[in-house]
């Protein structure tokens, strides 16, 4: 079973959670999705066995072969090919690697080379099988890394994925094809605004999803209304501590400073599988 754990925006403690039922399962394998800024490796501190280059292919004109007729650029929807004047131009950040400007070209003057776009880096912190992507600086495109990260997914096995926050492109490529997503908001307007735009791209996505408020107090009414009116399942409350900031200044998983959170994070695991093996 593949269990996504994503937000709506960036700092709910989605990582926090993520990480933290790994912890609390065991055997399980965790995926950093979250490719751009992957942190998961923080708290585990795994052993990295492996590390594989992750590349597209760009295209490389032949010009000797090349007669500037122009249907390389018409083809591409990225406009990461252009023939101006007398020459070609590529622009390989903007590139999908789709190959549409080789496979149209009439003189067969494309050919296509490999780019290097991140890195997958794969190990083991203790029972916890661990892999995430790291996108090369200044990269413009995450989902060619976040697509290396799932090719190591373990279907033997439960599998939490960390994804980036927010509802972009990366999101929608990590939840894609997972079980159950459980989206992890806080208590605050901008929460609960972030968190409609979530919900309605599960929803368009297919993939049944959860919440889990974090940070837990006043203002959870607002979110409780939301779910209960969108029929979406509230799967626990990770109530606001001081003392899960500090077990963070320490570098340490608050889940071993705090064992209450940890049999909170056992009851948000048992029944985000209820719910995932319920909508099968």
């Known amino acids: 079973m593949v269990v996504a754990v994503a937000s709506g925006k960036g700092g709910t403690g989605k990582t ?4 933290g039922l790994a912890i609390v399962a065991g055997r399980v394998q965790l995926l950093d999705c979250d490719v751009e800024e992957p942190n998961a490796h923080l708290f585990l501190h ?7 280059p992750v590349t597209i292919l760009v295209p ?5 072969r090349c007669t500037l007729c122009g249907r390389c650029s018409e083809v591409c929807q990225f406009h990461a090919i252009a023939a101006m004047g007398k020459q070609v131009l590529v622009f390989p950040e903007l590139c999908h ?20 776009v991140g890195v997958v880096e794969s190990g083991k912190a203790g029972k916890i099988g661990f892999v995430h992507g790291c996108l090369n600086v200044g990269e413009p495109m995450a989902t060619p890394v976040i697509r290396a990260v799932k090719a190591r997914l373990d279907s033997r ?33 901008f929460g609960l605004s ?33 779910c209960a009116s969108e029929n979406v399942s509230l799967l626990g409350r990770i109530p606001f501590d001081r003392r899960i900031a500090e077990a963070y200044a320490h570098g340490q998983h608050p889940v071993y400073a ?16 209820d719910c995932a093996q319920g909508g099968r």
């Open 60 to 64: 490389e004109v032949d010009t000797e």
């Open 194 to 226: 972030d968190l409609r735009l979530a919900v309605e791209v599960m929803e368009k996505m297919g993939v049944l999803c959860g919440v889990v408020i974090n940070r837990s107090g006043e203002g959870d009414e607002a979110t409780e209304s939301f």
């Open 157 to 189: 096995r439960l599998t939490i994925l960390d994804v980036a926050p927010g509802t972009a492109c990366p999101v929608v490529e990590a939840v894609k094809g997972s079980d159950f997503c459980l989206l992890v908001t806080e208590p605050t307007p």
């Open 97 to 116: 690697g789709c190959g549409a400007c080789a496979i149209a070209c009439p003189e067969d003057a494309i050919g296509e080379v490999p780019r290097e």
């Open 258 to 273: 705090l064992p209450e959170l940890g049999r909170r994070l056992e009851e948000i695991l048992d029944h985000t599988l």
């Open 46 to 52: 795994p052993r990295l066995a492996e590390c594989n």
């Open 16 to 19: 926090t959670v993520a990480v």
